[in-house]
Nanobody, 118 residues
C-alpha cells in the first residue's frame, strides 16, 4: 500500500509560482503512473498532470506551458512546478499513484491547498 503526503501549497499572487511535493512511503521507481489532480469547491476532481514510468507526461490543457510534473526516484518524491499561477488554479491539489495499469488501483494523498489571489 502506497502512502503519499503532499506539501508545498499556500497562498500566492496572480502570476506567482509554487512547487508542490509528494513524498511516497517507498520506492516510486516501479509505479506505473503518478500524477497530480485538483478539486475546487463544487467541482469534480480533475487531472492536472501525469507521468508514466517511462517519463511520458500528460497535462490538462489549462496548465500546459505553466506546470511541470517530475519524479525524483532517488528521493521517492514527485513534484509539480507551477508557474504563472492564475486564480482559477485555486484548488486542493492531490497526489496520485497508480502502481500498475491492471488492475487499476489508485492511492491518494491528503491534499494541499493552493490559493491564488488576483
Amino acid at each position: 500500500q502506497v502512502q503519499l503526503v503532499e506539501s508545498g501549497g499556500g497562498l500566492v499572487q496572480f502570476g506567482g509560482s509554487l512547487r508542490l511535493s509528494c513524498a511516497a512511503s517507498g520506492s516510486i521507481s516501479n509505479i506505473y503512473y503518478m500524477g497530480w489532480y485538483r478539486q475546487a469547491p463544487g467541482k469534480q476532481r480533475d487531472m492536472v498532470a501525469t507521468e508514466s514510468i517511462t517519463g511520458r507526461t500528460n497535462y490538462a490543457d489549462s496548465v500546459k506551458g505553466r506546470f511541470t510534473i517530475s519524479r525524483d526516484n532517488a528521493k521517492n518524491t514527485m513534484y509539480l512546478q507551477m508557474n504563472n499561477l492564475k486564480p482559477e488554479d485555486t484548488a486542493v491539489y492531490y497526489c496520485n499513484a497508480r502502481p500498475v495499469s491492471f488492475p487499476a488501483t489508485d492511492y491518494w494523498g491528503q491534499g494541499t491547498q493552493v490559493t491564488v489571489s488576483s
